[in-house]
C-alpha cells in the first residue's frame, strides 16, 4: 500500500512510519515541523517536512496518489499544554477537514483518525482508585445523550470524529477511528512543555537522581487515576484496527489502572532512587479519573494492548535518563 502518515515527525507518527515501513509499504510522511524537530526512527520513507496541513493545497498534495491516510497530525500535548492552549488545539480541525476532502477526491481506499480519550463525557470521570469507572466506547454521552469532552481539545477530536462519521455515511470513504489512552515510551517529548506525565516523571527523577537532590515536584495530590498504554501496543492497535472492518470508534488504551502516585512509584522503582514529593495542586491535573474500557476492542480486533505500566516505564526511564544526562553535559560542556 502507499500510506499517507500526517504528523510523522510526532512520536506516535514516528513510530507508525517505522511499522509501516518494517510491513513493506510505502510511506509518504508529512509534518508541518522541520527536519531537525522530527521525532523519527527510519529515514528511508518520502519525507516532507515543513508541511502546514492545515492549507488546503498542502492536504491535497499530500494524499495525491495514496491508498492510505493516516492522520495523527494535531497541535497537542500533555495535560500541561493542552488545558493552557485550547484554541490552538482547537484548529487542528482544519488539518483533519482538509485531509478528509482531499481522501474523498483522490479515492482513498481507508482513512484512519486518531482520536483521544479526552472525548469522553466530563460526568464519567470524576472518581479516584483502582475502581475508577472504565470508559466504554459510547461514555462519550451522558444519560440523557449529552456530550461533556474537554475543553478544547477533547473538544475538536469530539468534533472530528462527527465529521468522519459524516463523511463516510455521505460519501462512502471507508473510515477508522482510535481513541487513544496515555500513549507514552522513548523517541517522544520529554521536556518541551508537551511532554505526558510518563515522561515527565521519568525525568524529573531522572534530574533529582543525577544532582542528587532527592526532591521532585509533582502536579497535583497523586490520587487523580489514568491508563497508559505503550507506544507498541498503540501501534499494533492502529494496524490492527485499519486492517479489519469495524468502522466505529474503538478504545486503544490499557486497562491498567493506576494513580500518578503509583506511576511515580514504577519510576522510583526503574531509577532505583526514591524520592520526596512536594504536591503541587496549582498545575493542571485533568479529570480525576480515566481508565479504558477493552471490551469492545475484543469483540473487534480479538486482540487487547498487553504491556504493562511496569514493563513500559523499564523501558523507557533508561531512554530519557540518557536524554537528560546529554543535555546536562552540553550545558556543562
Known sequence: MRCLVAGAGGFIGGHLVKRLLDDGHEVKAVDVKSPGKWWQLDESAWNIADCDLSLREKAFDAVRGQD?????AADMGGIGYIETHP????????????????????????????????????????????????????????????VAPEMGYGEEKWFSEQL???????????VRIARFHNVYG?????????????????????????????????WGDGTAVRSFCYIDDCVEGIVRLMESDFAQPLNIGSDEAVSIAGLLGHVEDVADYPVFVD??????????????????CMRALYWVPSITLAEGIRKTYPWIEEQVKASCSKKEG
Not at 492510505?68 to 495523527?72: D, G, I, Q
Request: hydrophobic share 35%.
Open 68 to 72: 492510505r491516510v493516516f492522520n495523527l
Open 87 to 146: 484554541a490552538d488545539c482547537m484548529f487542528s480541525v482544519l488539518i483533519n477537514t482538509h485531509l478528509l476532502k482531499a481522501a474523498h477526491w483522490h479515492r482513498v481506499k481507508r482513512y484512519f483518525y486518531a482520536s483521544s480519550a479526552c472525548v469522553y463525557h466530563a460526568a464519567h470521570q470524576g472518581d479516584t482508585g483502582q475502581d475508577v469507572l472504565s470508559l466504554r466506547e459510547e461514555d462519550v454521552y451522558d444519560q440523557d445523550g449529552g
Open 164 to 174: 468522519c462519521r459524516r463523511v463516510a455515511e455521505d460519501f462512502g470513504l471507508e
Open 186 to 218: 522513548m523517541h517522544g517529548s520529554w521536556r518541551d512543555g508537551r511532554e505526558k506525565a510518563p515522561a515527565a516523571l521519568c525525568r524529573k527523577v531522572a534530574t533529582a537522581k543525577r544532582d542528587g537532590t532527592g526532591k521532585i515536584s509533582l
Open 279 to 296: 504536591h503541587d495542586t496549582s498545575m493542571p491535573q485533568g479529570v480525576r479519573g480515566r481508565n479504558s474500557d477493552n471490551t469492545l
